[in-house]
């Protein structure tokens, strides 16, 4: 059974920084995709950014391409969003999903964190 706890979401101006964290634990870590998806009240949740098992590849929604980056540190079984550039739009719960596919689906996705909200003030 995976457990993931997702981390350092908080209260930021427009124009800043953040970074989250996503701590994997029981399963495989290196051998899974995972990505960070976002929900924000009374909205769908929305695909953000993907990574592949060795972190040679990534996927980005358009509105955050240029601005946030995914990377994960196997070693750690933890996965990072590096969140730049920061804007009021952004402000949702984030999450983090493990899959075994690279998608931007959420149904494709097995596992989730509990979220971590991020709030960003214009």
């Known amino acids: 059974q995976v457990q993931l706890v997702e981390s350092g979401g908080g209260l930021v101006q427009a124009g800043g920084s953040l970074r989250l964290s996503c701590a994997a634990s029981?399963?495989?870590?290196?051998?899974?995709?995972m990505a960070w998806f976002r929900q924000a009240p009374g909205k769908q949740r929305e695909f953000v950014a993907a990574i592949s098992p060795d972190g040679g590849k990534t996927l980005y929604t358009d509105s955050v391409k240029d601005r946030f980056t995914i990377a994960r540190d196997n070693a750690k079984k933890t996965v990072y969003l590096q969140m730049s550039s920061l804007k009021p739009e952004d402000t949702a719960v984030y999450y983090c999903?493990?899959?075994?596919?690279?998608?931007?689906?959420?149904?494709?996705?097995?596992?989730w964190g509990q979220g971590t909200q991020v709030t960003v003030s214009s």
């Open positions: 029981g399963g495989t870590f290196s051998r899974y995709f």
């Open positions: 999903g493990l899959t075994s596919i690279l998608s931007k689906e959420s149904y494709d996705y097995t596992y």
